[in-house]
């Protein structure tokens, strides 16, 4: 977690460490650069002062030769004459002894300086004969460079002083200064810092500032860096979290619709498109009104943000049929919050369930029924034998009249027609199960054409076989079944459809390798309101009809798990379609050596509904 952390600010890092290393960096070079010029005016102070002392040289020589009574007096004119430079604090002569000869201030004049730093500076200068410098602060907290110079004005040594101090009337106490018995002294300057001490100053508070600068302008970008960096990770989370929300949202199973205050449609998700079958244009920014039938659960809602409302719809003029429709309402509102923004609606598709149910509840009916129509069959079958036996016995043991015989024919015909009834009621209430075979369903239907074709032309019906394709699947089932199936509805097709009409009949492989057969007519068709109870038992719309072919017909095709459907437009005619599971041959047997489990075949599921 640490490391992951550290990745993920490690750009940021770098950043600020190159930016406190060049901060560092300039701090540094700015200090070397204030040490250098510092270094730099040192040495510019003392040529300066090398150059007055020079220059006191050059004027004591120019004195002397220039003639006159110069003495001592003179020297020390010019020594206080130097001092008057602004950059100059004093000036003075000492000789090899400790004793100032001249001085800037005449007071000091005469002084022995004490054992020490300073005479031995004024000893050493005089032994190498090169200037000495030293940086003193004085107790004012000022700082001047004092310069040490051996002071020699003449460019040789003073030989015969006396000729020359006759030559050039040099004072005697002058000469007295550069005898050969005295013939070294040392004159000392101390020299102002204070304009360098300034200007040292001054580029000490640039540096500062410029530090400041830069560090005021490297944490501006290192501060603007986080702020893009924490903008760019929130940008980032946001766009995740959007993305792993429309995925959840759009990867919902149920339909999710929300709804603003002025009850129009905000979003949806692609599940609510497909529940409702309208497209993105029919749905989005549209009242709810035109959507669905919520416009006042949704007020409810909105005006009681606690409030839940559950409840289901009913739309039966969709693109899909007839919808049931699970609906629940819930406020959309902020957390911590009492107001509702608006109203996140839930759909859930219930139709196939509420069909499932539909169905559950049919067969229950029909179990019930077949349940108690085997009881009550099979409690008349027996009277309606003893019925027919005395029937037959009256019939050979009275002697009869022509019209008595012919009521005990009529009575054995009833008899006779009401246990075929009993026949089929118990063939519905007790299939037996199928005897299943591989037979090709084409033969099937091929046969039962044969075997009705002189009933439909005696009823002026034309039985017509449509192009059959050469590669429809073997089936396994049981022949006589499937042969009661095709004979039911084909005795039906041809009593529906009227005198010179046609009965069609084709056979066809489905997309997914199933057989499909599919029957025909062109007959006054079946109302709408008894397409319901087509399969239902005792449901017939002829005046002879049991009410239970085709309800035996959709229990055959139940038990071989395949599907029958009905399409019917009234007076354009009826079309029956029955699809069987094709037969598929069992995969061949794993054997790499190992043990397996044996291998059977699974016979397909049942087929789900046809279009």
Not at 44 to 63: D, K, M, N, P, Y
Not at 174 to 198: N, T
Not at 205 to 215: D, P, Q, T
Not at 219 to 242: K, W
């Amino acid at each position: 977690m640490i490391i992951k952390t550290l990745r993920k600010f490690l750009p940021a890092l770098t950043i600020v460490l190159l930016a406190f290393t060049l901060l560092v960096i300039v701090i540094l070079f700015t200090l070397r650069n204030i040490s250098s010029q510092y270094e730099r005016m040192e040495e510019f102070t003392r040529q300066q002062g090398v150059a007055v002392i020079r220059t006191l040289e050059a004027g004591t020589r120019t004195g002397f030769l220039e003639g006159g009574d110069w003495g001592i007096e003179n020297l020390q004119m010019l020594i206080e004459q130097s001092a008057k430079d602004p950059d100059v604090s004093w000036a003075g002569l000492i000789n090899i002894e400790g004793i100032i000869v001249a001085h800037s201030d005449p007071d000091k004049i005469g002084i022995r300086v004490m054992p020490g730093k300073e005479l031995d500076i004024i000893r050493t200068v005089l032994r190498t004969g090169e200037p000495l410098s030293e940086t003193r602060t004085l107790p004012d907290g000022r700082t001047i460079i004092e310069i040490w110079k051996p002071f020699r004005p003449f460019a040789d040594q003073i030989a015969e002083s006396e000729i020359i101090a006759r030559q050039t009337r040099i004072g005697k106490d002058l000469l007295d200064v550069f005898s050969k018995e005295h013939d070294q002294s040392v004159i000392f300057l101390g020299l102002k810092m204070d304009r360098f001490e300034e200007i040292r100053h001054r580029d000490i508070m640039y540096a500062i500032l410029m530090g400041a600068v830069i560090f005021i302008i490297g944490s501006a970008a290192v501060y603007f860096i986080f702020v893009v960096q924490n903008s760019l990770l929130v940008r980032r989370t946001l766009d995740e979290m959007r993305t792993y929300t429309r995925n959840v949202v759009e990867s919902m199973a149920n339909g999710l619709i929300t709804v603003d205050q002025s009850l129009r449609v905000a979003s949806h998700n692609p599940t609510a498109l497909e529940i409702l079958g309208k497209s993105s244009q029919e749905v989005s920014g549209r009242p709810i009104a035109d959507v669905l039938p919520l416009e006042a659960e949704i007020r409810q809602v909105l005006s009681d943000p606690g409030a839940i409302v559950e409840k289901e719809v009913q739309i039966p003029d969709s693109d899909r049929g007839p919808l049931s429709l699970g609906i629940s309402v819930s406020p959309l509102k902020e957390p911590d919050s009492r107001v509702a923004r608006g109203a996140v609606v839930i759909v859930r598709d219930l139709t196939e369930i509420r069909e499932l149910e539909k169905k559950v509840r049919v067969n229950e009916k029909f179990a019930a029924l077949g349940r108690l129509s085997a009881g009550v069959a099979h409690e008349i079958r027996n009277p309606l034998n003893s019925i027919r036996g005395f029937i037959q016995y009256f019939q050979k043991k009275l002697p009869l009249e022509e019209e008595d015989y012919g009521y005990t024919e009529l009575m054995l015909t009833e008899v006779d027609r009401l246990s075929r009834v009993i026949s089929k009621l118990l063939a519905y209430s007790k299939p037996r199960e199928p005897r299943l075979g591989l037979r090709s369903v084409t033969e099937v239907v091929d046969h039962c054409m044969r075997v009705l074709e002189r009933e439909a032309g005696e009823s002026g019906i034309k039985l017509m076989k449509r192009s059959t394709g050469d590669d429809m699947p073997l089936v396994m089932m049981d022949t006589d079944q499937i042969t009661q199936v095709f004979l039911n509805i084909l005795i039906n097709a041809i009593e529906s459809a009227p005198g010179g009409k046609e009965v069609f009949v084709e056979c066809r492989q489905t997309d997914d390798g199933n057989a499909r057969v599919t029957v025909e007519d062109t007959g006054e068709g079946i109302p709408r309101e008894n397409m319901d109870k087509l399969f239902d038992p005792f449901f017939s719309t002829k005046k002879k009809g049991t009410g239970l072919g085709l309800a035996i017909v959709k229990s055959i095709i139940e038990g071989h798990r395949g599907d029958i459907q009905v399409e019917s437009e009234p007076g354009k005619g009826t079309r029956f379609i029955i699809t069987l599971n094709a037969y598929r041959e069992p995969p061949e047997p794993y054997t790499d050596g190992s043990e397996t489990d044996s291998q059977h075949w699974i016979p397909p599921t049942r087929i789900g509904s046809v279009t």
